[in-house]
């Protein structure tokens, strides 16, 4: 038997790439997408096993369903697109900046896991990736949290739709990725510290936590409609 097939939008760094490594060393052939073609190639000489790339950029929306008949039918869909756009106090939040943030992550999403459809397998799966942003109540994020919300909110409408396809997500907490980069190593460090401070594990989550949590959706043949979060309990507010 050929082993299943895992697309991966955004599967060229941070948990996308993480989740890329798992599910190859599960014994998955593996598909990822990005938006640089030189840093999607370089994500794929990283990996060991059966990988593919395809250059796209999943916020262009009329160019999806081309890229997907050029993948071809596959197993599972991973949507592991970041975006940061929204964040800010609610009284002073760029509105187009929230808009933004809807444009970049959500309708990606919810256009990727349309365009799929096609040539999705009917035994498969569809895991989106959402943040820790939609469940925890922490002010200057109403703008990230509606973004993520809106994403979580897709798995139970789907998989009663699309039934029997699977369909899940993961709402990730603060993870050292190379999305923390914008900060600089000089703010990320106290950043990351207190972070640490308010979450019960006491110290911020590392890629590979996610992908095992990605990998154990895209294999668990009896779990559909859910939202698991992974995020060492920072929406617990301490």
């Given amino acids: 038997?050929?082993?299943?097939?895992?697309?991966?939008?955004?599967?060229?760094?941070?948990?996308?790439?993480?989740?890329?490594?798992?599910?190859?060393?599960?014994?998955?052939?593996?598909?990822?997408?990005?938006?640089?073609?030189?840093?999607?190639?370089?994500?794929?000489?990283?990996?060991?096993?059966?990988?593919?790339?395809?250059?796209?950029?999943?916020?262009?929306?009329?160019?999806?369903?081309?890229?997907?008949?050029?993948?071809?039918?596959?197993?599972?869909?991973?949507?592991?697109?970041?975006?940061?756009?929204?964040?800010?106090?609610?009284?002073?939040?760029?509105?187009?900046d929230v808009k933004k943030g809807f444009e970049q992550k959500t309708m990606a999403h919810f256009a990727c896991a349309q365009a799929c459809l096609p040539y999705l397998s009917k035994d498969g799966s569809i895991t989106f990736v959402s943040a820790v942003s939609a469940q925890a109540a922490l002010p200057g994020t109403a703008g990230l949290g509606a973004v993520n919300a809106a994403i979580a909110a897709l798995a139970p409408i789907l998989a009663v739709e699309l039934k029997p396809i699977r369909v899940n997500c993961v709402s990730p907490g603060v993870v050292d990725t190379p999305w923390w980069d914008f900060l600089g190593e000089e703010q990320k460090a106290p950043a990351f510290a207190s972070f640490a401070a308010r979450t019960p594990v006491g110290r911020v989550g590392r890629p590979e936590e996610i992908a095992e949590t990605i990998a154990f959706l895209v294999g668990n043949g009896f779990t559909s409609g859910h939202t698991l979060i992974c995020d060492g309990g920072i929406r617990l507010g301490q």
């Fill in 1 to 96: 038997m050929s082993p299943q097939h895992v697309v991966i939008i955004g599967g060229s760094s941070g948990i996308g790439l993480a989740s890329a490594a798992h599910l190859l060393e599960k014994g998955y052939r593996v598909t990822i997408t990005g938006r640089d073609a030189a840093k999607l190639k370089a994500a794929a000489q990283s990996l060991a096993g059966e990988v593919a790339t395809i250059a796209m950029d999943a916020a262009d929306l009329t160019g999806l369903p081309n890229t997907f008949q050029a993948i071809g039918p596959f197993d599972h869909l991973v949507l592991a697109l970041g975006g940061g756009n929204g964040g800010g106090p609610f009284a002073t939040v760029d509105l187009a």
